[in-house]
């Protein structure tokens, strides 16, 4: 503001323009100093003033503060700033020369106003429940999803990738829904929730009953017929697990291994959701060397409750 005077009681400090520049009059020592202000679009960044004779110390925009004149002083921001939960922000430039010089050096009296460009970073922040159940990964990635993101806004596409005893099932906070791959707009900080359902032994809620194996020459594949019965009142999700299957023998498409329901590592295959009281064919597929007979135990699995909030 050109011309404008801010000033106290008679003989008091005050502060005056001065031609171009901002000037403090000390009646202790009747000379004029220079001020500096010092702004950003985004309050409480931190700063630093330094130099050999203008050690001023850590400060907070915004701030006005006077400079011995003609002295260097050095004005450094730090990066990364935590400015409010979620949203921290870095120093672009600085709007005066548009300079992007950081640590900054300017002599006192040489500039009054020092306002801050800034860029802001959002948090996207994950849980997975339960615990340990699988990740939450940039879509096609095997990276996590949980980070900082730059502005503008924009989407992030992000995945729920569930352990191999595990099913996802939903998601919590800033999104709902069942797809496990979604896109999020992320305008400022966000919490997502993974939730996801445990493959477990299904006991005698449901039985399985092997029918002959076959050979197919087509995909010199052997099949092997199983029908799945629901002995609850309730629709099952199930699966079957081939439990002692010899050396050498491959389930074909398993779905996973039961890395959490004992015995371990029996590979398995979802078979399809089970009305109360039905029974659901399926057919299962192996590969195996010439010479080891087809045989194992079969163990019906099925989805456990999703312990949603």
């Given amino acids: 503001m050109p011309g404008a005077t801010w000033q106290r009681k008679s003989g008091e400090t005050h502060l005056a323009r001065e031609g171009d520049l901002l000037k403090l009059t000390d009646p202790a020592v009747g000379?004029?100093?220079?001020?500096?202000?010092?702004?950003?679009?985004?309050?409480g960044m931190q700063f630093t003033v330094s130099g050999?004779?203008?050690?001023?110390?850590?400060?907070?925009?915004?701030?006005?503060?006077?400079l011995p004149f003609g002295v260097p002083c050095s004005f450094t921001?730090?990066?990364g700033q935590t400015v409010s939960p979620g949203v921290r922000a870095s120093l672009r430039s600085w709007?005066?020369?548009?300079?992007?010089?950081?640590?900054?050096?300017?002599?006192g009296g040489d500039v009054d106003l020092l306002p801050m460009n800034v860029s802001r970073e959002f948090e996207l922040t994950t849980t997975v429940q339960p615990p340990g159940a699988g990740e939450v990964v940039r879509t096609g990635t095997s990276q996590p999803a949980a980070g900082?993101?730059?502005?503008?806004?924009?989407?992030?596409a992000v995945s729920a990738a569930p352990n191999g005893c595990y099913v996802f099932d939903s998601w919590r906070g800033a999104a709902t829904g069942s797809n496990a791959s979604i896109s999020v707009s992320l305008a400022g900080p966000l919490s997502l929730t993974a939730w996801f359902r445990l493959w477990e032994n299904a006991g005698t809620r449901l039985s399985a009953r092997l029918g002959a194996v076959r050979y197919d020459i087509r995909t010199s594949r052997y099949m092997q017929a199983v029908w799945i019965t629901n002995n609850t009142s309730s629709a099952l999700i199930a699966g079957i697990a081939a439990d002692n299957l010899p050396a050498g023998i491959q389930m074909v498409n398993a779905t996973a291994t039961t890395s959490c329901t004992p015995p371990a590592a029996a590979p398995f295959r979802l078979t399809g959701t089970v009305p109360a009281?039905?029974?659901?064919?399926?057919t299962i597929e192996f590969t195996k060397p010439a010479?080891?007979?087809l045989s194992f135990s079969p163990r019906t699995i099925t989805l456990g409750p999703a312990q949603l909030p």
Wanted: hydrophobic share 40%; net charge neutral.
């Fill in 77 to 79: 921001v730090p990066a």
């Fill in 52 to 66: 050999a004779n203008c050690n001023l110390g850590a400060k907070t925009t915004p701030a006005s503060f006077t």
């Fill in 95 to 107: 709007t005066a020369g548009q300079s992007q010089v950081n640590p900054l050096t300017i002599l």
């Fill in 31 to 43: 000379t004029l100093v220079p001020v500096v202000i010092v702004s950003s679009p985004v309050s």
């Fill in 291 to 293: 010479g080891v007979p």
């Fill in 277 to 282: 009281g039905a029974t659901y064919p399926f």
């Fill in 148 to 156: 900082w993101y730059p502005e503008p806004p924009g989407t992030v």
